[in-house]
């Protein structure tokens, strides 16, 4: 496997894929300015973490992303029964082990751990999910970000935990 004890380096193998098949090669976001980095507003202890990941899951009986350029997000009740997770994402390969043991993308027990030991003050009621491999740039602009800070702003969300896949 590619990567193996460094983990996956996608943007190489990715750039890789995309010369073989004979496309022009992939213009990798760069944003034209800096972020901007903010110190949070209270202790973790005292805060509402809000969790994202981008690993394209989802519960049963919601409808699944599609593989290409879904910039929609969902809903994952944070008190979900982890065996109702589903994962539909367009690096399909890398989700075997996810599909066997939810949490290693998306960590429900140890989230709720956190709570629980009081290390975070609450956590959001809902995670969002939305699908990592996502083309169009101008969607992730304009439809992603917007709907994820959108449902954020809806829960009271202090900081977030992005788990990227």
């Not at 010369?19 to 509402?48: F, H, N, Q, V």
């Not at 030991?117 to 101008?138: H, P």
């Amino acid at each position: 496997m590619e990567g193996t004890g460094d983990g996956v380096r996608y943007i190489d193998a990715i750039t890789r894929r995309y010369a073989s098949l004979g496309y022009a090669p992939y213009r990798w976001y760069a944003a034209d300015d800096e972020p901007t980095l903010t110190s949070p507003r209270k202790p973790l202890a005292e805060s509402r973490l809000g969790v994202l990941t981008t690993s394209g899951c989802y519960v049963a009986g919601q409808k699944a992303f599609h593989y290409k350029d879904d910039a929609s997000i969902r809903l994952v009740p944070a008190d979900v029964d982890p065996a109702r997770l589903r994962f539909a994402h367009i690096t399909e390969n890398y989700l075997v082990d996810a599909r066997r043991d939810p949490d290693c993308l998306v960590p429900v027990g140890a989230l709720r751990r956190l709570r629980e030991e009081d290390v975070v003050g609450a956590l959001a009621d809902e995670f969002v999910s939305c699908m990592g491999g996502i083309y169009s740039q101008r969607r992730v602009r304009e439809e992603l970000i917007p709907a994820i800070e959108t449902a954020f702003v809806a829960q009271g969300v202090d900081v977030a935990l992005l788990l990227p896949m």
